[in-house]
C-alpha cells in the first residue's frame, strides 16, 4: 500500500483509493488522478484496499473487478457499499461485461459507475466518473466497438474460467457435467470467438487472448431465458 503525501488543501480535495493487481496500473492511474489534484491511496489486493477504506475514509473507491485466480472485487465493492454507503463505487475494468471478469458479477451494487479501460479517452473521464459514483448521476452504458463480439453468460463464465487457468476437467465439474460436454462447449466458445482448428493454432491460447482485450460482450437474455 502507498500513500499520497500530499495534504495540503485535503479539506476541499477528493480522495479517491486506487486499487488494481497490476501495481503499474495503480501507479498510473493514480499519477494521472493526483495531476488532476485528487488525493491517492493505492492498493494491490483487495484486502488491502479494504484496509485502506476503512483507515483513509475516502470519496470514493476505484478499483479493478478481476484480481486474479480466486480473488474478486465484487465481495469488496459489496462491502464497502453496506458498511460505508457514502463512498462512491467505480469499476475499472478491461472487460465491457462485468461477467466476464468476475464470478459473482450479478451480485455486483447497482450504484457501481462501471468504466472500460480501452474506453477512457484519458483521467478527466475517471475524474467525472468519481463525481458520478458520489452524486449518484446515472451511469452510461460502455460503448460497443466494431469488432465486439457477442457470446452467451454461460460461455462468458467458461471463458473467464480459462483466463483463470481452469482446466476441462475444472469447467465440466463446475459445470456440473462431463469432461465431453465441456469439450462441446469449449468446441462452440472457440468457434464463437472466431478462432482457427488448425494444427498451428492452440485455441485456448487464443481465446485468452481475446479475453484479455476486452473485445467481449455478453448477451442480453432473450425473454425466454430470463422467464
Known sequence: ????????????????????????????????????GLLVVTATTTSDAWTLVVREQPHALISDLHFGPGESAGELLNRVHEEFP?????????????????????????????????????????????????????DPEPSVVDDTIQLTAAQAEVLRMLADGASTRAIAEHRGTNIRAAETMLARLYDALGLPS??????????????????????????????
Open 86 to 138: 457514502w463512498v462512491g463505487l467505480v469499476a475499472l475494468t478491461s472487460h465491457l461485461s462485468p461477467e466476464l471478469a468476475i464470478q459473482d458479477a450479478g451480485s455486483l451494487p447497482d450504484d457501481v459507475v462501471y468504466l472500460v479501460k480501452t474506453q477512457l479517452d484519458g483521467f478527466q473521464d475517471l475524474r467525472d466518473a468519481v463525481v458520478r459514483s458520489i452524486s449518484g448521476l446515472s
Open 198 to 227: 488448425d494444427d498451428l493454432s492452440n485455441q485456448r491460447v487464443a481465446a485468452v487472448r481475446v479475453w484479455r482485450q476486452g473485445r467481449v460482450v455478453v448477451q442480453a437474455p432473450s425473454h425466454r431465458e430470463r422467464s
Open 1 to 36: 500500500m502507498t500513500i499520497d503525501s500530499t495534504e495540503r488543501g485535503a479539506a476541499t480535495r477528493l480522495k479517491v483509493v486506487v486499487a488494481d493487481d497490476d501495481a503499474f496500473i495503480t501507479s498510473l492511474v493514480a499519477e494521472g488522478l493526483r495531476g488532476l
